[in-house]
T-cell receptor, first 114, second 114 residues
């Protein structure tokens, strides 16, 4: 069965600094990987997803993530943090073409310092 | 296109009672998934329905059940409520299987069990 580990339940970065949110996964087959964002009092919104092909995936709001099979990682980055990026971020994995469920990590709350 | 709607948005119940939550997916979406979100546990998968059939189920007791209607609307029922059932319940819809498609989330139903 697949699983997801997000390192750090809270991450703080200064406005303008690099954002790095870590995600490691476990899957017995090639995974599908997702990053979702949740703003306060709202549902989740897809930032980006990896299924097959190019391992560097670009998403909305300037975020990107790189699938590294050898490291079983799918870390989320953004070159320059903005105050509006403050939210909770969830990494998720599924076993893609196998008719399987999507498993979410416990989330990382991103704080942006002025 | 209207988004995913969930009713009610807030609910207060007492231990032992039962509750029914409703979710209306985006028009044309056939898959509806339910998640329980609590601080520290992140999103935990409850179940996924597709074309009125339960496709996948998470590790929750039988007190948690659901169903999907022919118009893809879904309901989730929790019987014999416990204090630990207090959580944000999120519904998500997708065009096809949740495992390899973008999910669109509703704002959630906040359930408080006293």
């Amino acid at each position: 069965a697949q699983s997801v580990t997000q390192l750090g339940s809270h991450v703080s970065v200064s406005e303008g600094a690099l954002v790095l949110l870590r995600c490691n996964y476990s899957s017995s087959v090639p995974p599908y990987l997702f990053w979702y964002v949740q703003y306060p009092n709202q549902g989740l919104q897809l930032l980006l997803k990896y299924t097959t092909g190019a391992t560097l995936v670009k998403g909305i709001n300037g975020f990107e993530a790189e699938f590294k099979k050898s490291e079983t990682s799918f870390h989320l980055t953004k070159p320059s943090a903005h105050m509006s990026d403050a939210a909770e971020y969830f990494c998720a994995v599924s076993e893609g073409n196998r008719d399987d469920k999507i498993i979410f990590g416990k989330g990382t709350r991103l704080h942006i310092l002025p | 296109k209207a988004g995913v709607t969930q009713t009610p948005r807030y609910l207060i119940k007492t231990r032992g009672q039962q509750v029914t939550l409703s979710c209306s997916p985006i028009s044309g979406h056939r898959s509806v998934s339910w998640y329980q979100q609590t601080p520290g546990q992140g999103l935990q998968f409850l179940f996924e329905y597709f074309s009125e059939t339960q496709r996948n189920k998470g590790n929750f007791p039988g007190r948690f059940s659901g169903r999907q209607f022919s118009n893809s609307r879904s309901e989730m029922n929790v019987s014999t409520l416990e204090l630990g059932d207090s959580a944000l319940y999120l519904c998500a819809s997708s065009l096809d299987r949740a495992g390899n498609n973008e999910q669109f989330f509703g704002p959630g139903t906040r359930l408080t069990v006293l």
